[in-house]
């Protein structure tokens, strides 16, 4: 089978109408797999103004917007009979669902009814959010629903082995294929440092920029990243956090760390300056299968301060591109920081090692990877059949 017989159907919760490293990876392998000569239709929620234009032929589902303060994200209503028809009339021979939302399940029940292989992705650990609003009494019942999400499918693509281990203990037996992430080595560069960007912020040459970067919404760790900065002034470190993003969260977080250099959102170019301009990259979340914002800060030689869990492990080698802390261990992230900010040498040596390592992660064999995961999944679906 060559690349040019798979005719995918990607389903996507948000594939452009909100910016996330999720549908970021995903545009990039759509991107990718139409270079191969792959049929590919991507079936999400839009909006009249989104973030950034799509890759590939998108058709719009249906969808309402999330309550609770979370209006800038929308939940697919499920496939009517418009999206049916046009989803039959493509004719798919591989489905990918890349969210456990109503849309994932809806598609995942179709390509089980019409015979069609299918293949999930994991972007994020969604059955830890709960805990973040005071709902960390679900975290079990969302297990289950997880592991039943994923046992549907043919194929898990997850973005390190952590997750498939997380899978099988959830009772998962569904195989799975790393795919990974990669990065644009030319945004995220050492080089794009920029003092005089820092300046204009507030931020000295002499205090060490301690970095956030993400979306500012409270699942991303906030409340840790907050108590660790009172931590530090409690303890007399020097030092000035930079916060790179924006979110429904940014006014409290703005309350919790008042002496903090808000950059707003960045894009392009500007971001690799912004993360490249930070002295240590400071990541809490546990949200993530994959930490893309830890990987382009490894790229722009940042060392990091990460939480001990999947976004972080298998990518940060610990003590040697940054320090790995237990996930809501406030003493310790202040003692890897601290750490960091008194020795300016380490500090240096772990981003360059992170920068070293970042170079390995290639958008094109990345992508690669999982277009061999399509193939194969299909190959197998018709060899069943027959």
């Known amino acids: 089978m060559q690349p040019s017989d798979l005719r995918l159907a990607l389903f996507s919760g948000n594939y452009n109408y909100t ?51 979370r209006g800038e994200y929308r939940l697919a209503r499920g496939l009517p009979a418009r999206v049916r028809a046009d989803l039959a009339a493509f004719a798919p021979n591989l489905i990918h669902v890349a969210a456990p939302d109503i849309l994932g399940h809806r598609a995942v029940s179709y390509a089980h009814r019409n015979g069609i292989a299918r293949v999930a992705s994991l972007h994020t650990r969604f059955e830890t959010y709960p805990r973040y609003y005071g709902l960390g009494f679900i975290e079990p019942l969302a297990e289950r629903m997880l592991a039943r999400f994923y046992g549907r499918v043919d194929r898990v693509l997850v973005p390190g082995p952590l ?47 301690i970095g956030f970067l993400g979306r500012l919404v409270k699942e991303k760790g906030l409340d840790i990243f ?30 919790q760390v008042p002496d903090a250099a808000f950059a707003g959102f960045q894009s392009g170019d500007d971001l690799g300056r912004a993360v490249a301009s930070m002295d240590v990259f400071f990541n809490p979340s546990v949200t993530e299968t994959f930490g893309n914002v830890t990987l382009e800060a490894m790229a722009a030689g940042v060392p990091v301060v990460a939480a001990r ?30 750490a960091l900010v008194a020795d300016t040498t380490r500090r240096i040596a772990m981003g360059q090692q992170g920068s070293v390592k970042a170079a390995g992660y290639r958008w094109e064999s990345i992508n690669d990877v999982a277009l061999g ?12 059949s027959t």
């Not at 000035?240 to 993003?245: C, D, K």
Request: aromatic share 6%; no cysteine.
């Open 373 to 384: 995961a399509y193939l194969d999944v299909v190959q197998r679906r018709s060899q069943q």
């Open 309 to 338: 869990a999947s976004g972080a492990v298998g990518l940060v080698d610990d003590g040697l591109t940054g320090l790995l802390v237990g996930p809501r261990d406030v003493p310790g992230y202040a003692d890897a920081i601290g």
């Open 163 to 209: 997750l498939g281990e997380i899978l099988r203990d959830w009772g998962v037996d569904t195989p799975t294929t790393v795919w990974s992430r990669g990065v644009n080595h030319d945004r995220f560069s050492p080089a794009r440092r920029d003092l005089a960007w820092r300046r204009s912020l507030g931020v000295a040459d002499d205090e060490v920029a």
């Open 19 to 69: 910016r996330d490293g999720a549908n970021q990876a995903l545009n990039l392998l759509v991107g990718h797999l139409l270079s191969r000569g792959v049929k590919v239709r991507v079936y999400s929620p839009t909006v009249a103004n989104p973030a950034f234009a799509p890759t590939g032929d998108l058709v719009d589902v249906p969808s309402l917007s999330l309550p609770g303060g």
């Open 226 to 255: 907050a108590d660790v900065a009172a931590e530090l002034r409690r303890r007399g470190v020097k030092h000035r956090v930079l916060v790179i993003g924006e979110g429904p969260a940014r006014d409290w977080f703005a309350a």
